[in-house]
C-alpha cells in the first residue's frame, strides 16, 4: 500500500468497500451498459440503502453533515475503489455534480437553503446539476457567459442557453451560473443561483449526444433553455457576483475525486487487460502474455498508473494541509497528466481484447468513449498546461 502510515486507519474500509464493489455493484455494470439507466434505478436504490446501512455513505462529506468525515487524501483512496465500476460513485452518493454543489451548498449556503435543497440531495432523495457551460460561448473561459439573471422586485428573472448539463435529466434543480452585473469587473460579473427544475420556463431541449449515447438520468448531459426563469433573489449562493470565486473553489477538490476515480478505472482495465493477455491465447499454448508489446503495455500502464497515483496523493495531502490555493499547480498537473494517463491505458486494454473491446462485455468501451472528456471538462489540457507553465516560468522571469 503507498503512504504506508497515512493509509493505516482507512485500511479496513478500503477492504470492505472492495468487496462491497465487487460483490454488489460489478454484477449491475452489464444492465447498465445495455443501456437503460432508467429501469436499473429500482436495483441501484437497494444498492444505495445497502451501502448507506453499512455506514458506506457520503464518503466526501463531514461528520456533522452526515457524511464519513474524511479527509480528502482518504477519500481519494475511496474514490479509487469506487472508480473500479461506472456505479461506485453514484451508490455512495458522492458523483459529480451532486457532490461538488453539496460542498458549495454547505459553504455557502443559507440555512433556509440547506433546509430545502441541501438536506435532500444528502440524504439522495434527490439529484442536482451545475449548469455554467454554453455553446455560444467558449466554457474554458468561465467569465465570458450570456446567461443573464436580471433583477425584478425581490426576484431574478433568468434567461439563457445552456449544455452539458450533467444529469440535468431528473434533477431537482439547478445551479445555474448566470451575469448578474455585467458592468462588474469580469471576475465578479455572473453569480450562482438554485432553480428548482420545475420553475416555469425550465426547459430540457435534449440530453446531448455523447459518442452516439443520449444517456438518461444521472448518466446523460442535458442542453436547457431558461427562458424567463423566475426565482427569489434567496436562491443567490454567496454574495452577489461571486459565482466565478465559488466556482473555482468548487473544483479544486472535486479535481481530486476526478482523478482517484480515473485512477481506479485505470486499474479495473489494467486488470482486465493482464486477465485478457494471460487467457487468450493466439495459437494452442501461447497466449497473448507472451507477445514482446503486450509486455510492455502491461510494464508502461503499471508504472504510469503508480506514479498518477502517487502524484494525485501527494496533491491532496497537500489540499488538507495548506488549502487548494497552495496546491494549485499540483491541481493543474494531475488534472491534464492522469487524463492522458487514463487515455493510453484504456486504449492498450480495449487493443489488447481486440474486437470484443469494441463491445459492451467489458466497461472499457463505455469508459473509453465517455472519458475521453476528462481532457475536456474541468479545465481543458491546454488550459492547466498553460496556467501551470506560466506560474513556473514566472519563478524564472
Ligand atoms: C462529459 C462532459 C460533462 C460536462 N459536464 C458539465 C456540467 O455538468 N456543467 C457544466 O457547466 N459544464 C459541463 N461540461 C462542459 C465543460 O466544462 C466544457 O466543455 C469545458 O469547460 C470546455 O469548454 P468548451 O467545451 O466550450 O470548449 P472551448 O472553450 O471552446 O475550448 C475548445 C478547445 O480549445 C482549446 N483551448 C481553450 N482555451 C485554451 C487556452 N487558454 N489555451 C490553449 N488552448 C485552449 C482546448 O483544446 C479546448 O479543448 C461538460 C463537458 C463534458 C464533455
New binding site residues.
Given amino acids: 500500500m503507498l503512504f504506508e502510515p497515512q493509509t493505516a486507519e482507512v485500511r479496513p474500509l478500503l477492504r470492505a468497500l472492495d468487496e462491497f464493489v465487487r460483490e454488489e455493484l460489478l454484477p449491475l455494470e452489464r444492465p447498465f451498459l445495455d443501456h437503460d439507466f432508467d429501469t436499473l434505478l429500482p436495483a441501484l436504490a437497494a444498492k444505495r440503502q445497502l451501502a448507506k446501512s453499512l455506514g458506506f455513505w457520503l464518503p466526501q462529506i463531514p461528520a456533522e453533515h452526515g457524511g464519513m468525515g474524511l479527509s480528502l487524501f482518504e477519500h481519494g483512496l475511496v474514490s479509487e475503489v469506487l472508480g473500479r465500476t461506472i456505479l461506485g460513485h453514484y451508490t455512495l452518493n458522492c458523483q459529480?455534480?451532486d457532490a461538488g454543489n453539496m460542498e458549495i451548498l454547505i459553504e455557502y449556503g443559507t440555512p433556509a437553503q440547506q433546509e430545502r435543497f441541501l438536506r435532500l440531495l444528502l440524504d439522495g432523495d434527490i439529484r442536482s446539476?451545475?449548469?455554467?457551460?454554453?455553446?455560444e460561448?467558449?466554457?474554458?473561459?468561465?467569465t465570458w457567459l450570456s446567461t443573464t439573471a436580471t433583477k425584478d422586485g425581490d426576484d431574478y428573472v433568468i434567461d439563457g442557453h445552456?449544455?452539458?448539463?450533467?444529469?440535468g435529466d431528473g434533477a431537482a434543480f439547478a445551479i445555474v451560473?448566470a451575469v448578474t452585473d455585467a458592468a462588474a469587473p469580469k471576475h465578479q460579473r455572473a453569480s450562482m443561483i438554485i432553480v428548482p427544475t420545475d420553475t416555469p420556463g425550465f426547459q430540457i431541449v435534449q440530453n446531448t449526444s455523447?459518442m452516439g449515447e443520449r444517456g438518461q438520468g444521472w448518466a446523460s448531459?442535458a442542453e436547457i433553455r431558461y427562458d424567463g426563469c423566475r426565482v427569489p433573489q434567496s436562491n443567490r449562493l454567496g454574495a452577489e457576483g461571486m459565482g466565478f470565486v465559488i466556482a473555482q473553489q468548487r473544483l479544486g477538490p472535486g479535481r481530486i475525486h476526478h482523478c482517484m476515480r480515473w485512477i481506479g478505472i485505470c486499474q479495473r482495465a489494467f486488470d482486465l487487460m493482464c486477465r485478457q493477455a494471460a487467457l487468450r491465447e493466439i495459437a494452442p499454448g501461447r497466449p497473448l502474455a507472451e507477445m514482446g508489446q503486450v509486455q510492455t503495455w502491461v510494464a508502461e500502464s503499471r508504472a504510469e498508473i503508480d506514479a498518477a497515483r502517487l502524484l494525485v496523493l501527494q496533491t491532496a495531502q497537500q489540499i488538507d494541509r495548506d488549502g487548494a490555493h497552495a496546491a494549485r499547480d499540483s491541481i493543474s498537473l494531475i488534472k491534464f497528466h492522469v487524463a492522458k494517463v487514463l487515455q493510453d491505458v484504456l486504449d492498450r486494454a480495449i487493443q489488447v481484447h481486440g474486437a470484443m473491446g469494441m463491445t459492451d462485455e467489458t466497461p472499457l468501451a463505455f469508459w473509453y468513449r465517455?472519458e475521453r472528456?476528462a481532457?475536456?471538462?474541468?479545465?481543458?489540457?491546454?488550459?492547466h498546461k498553460?496556467a501551470v507553465a506560466r506560474r513556473i516560468l514566472g519563478r524564472y522571469a
Avoid at 137 to 142: D, R, T
Avoid at 162 to 167: A, R, V
Avoid at 375 to 383: A, K, M, W
Fill in positions: 459529480a455534480p446539476c451545475f449548469s455554467m457551460t454554453e455553446p460561448n467558449a466554457g474554458s473561459n468561465p445552456k449544455w452539458f448539463t450533467t444529469g451560473m455523447v448531459h465517455h472528456a481532457r475536456i471538462y474541468d479545465g481543458p489540457d491546454e488550459v498553460r
